[in-house]
């Protein structure tokens, strides 16, 4: 019976060693909540992915961290 794999977190870093982008990943795909970063720590951008593609709401934030925009991502056509 083979085990089922589990999402593992992921972290990538800014050169100057902070946190550029925060998630997880399932078989080396984005998977889950993830969110991006600028060198100042504030978040730059935040959504979701399934299987490597980003689906549903997708959020930028401002300088300041506050929303600018809420983007909703349509899910790619299938190649027949």
């Known amino acids: 019976m083979k085990k089922k794999a589990k999402p593992e977190a992921h972290v990538q870093y800014h050169k100057d060693g902070s946190v550029w ?18 060198k100042d720590g504030v978040r730059m951008r935040s959504g979701h992915f399934e299987l490597g593609e980003r689906v549903g709401e997708w959020t930028t934030y401002d300088t300041s961290g506050k929303v600018y925009k809420v ?10």
């Open 21 to 38: 982008a925060r998630g997880q990943t399932l078989d080396g795909a984005m998977t889950g909540y993830w969110e991006w970063f600028r």
């Open 71 to 80: 983007t909703t991502m349509k899910p790619k056509k299938k190649p027949k």
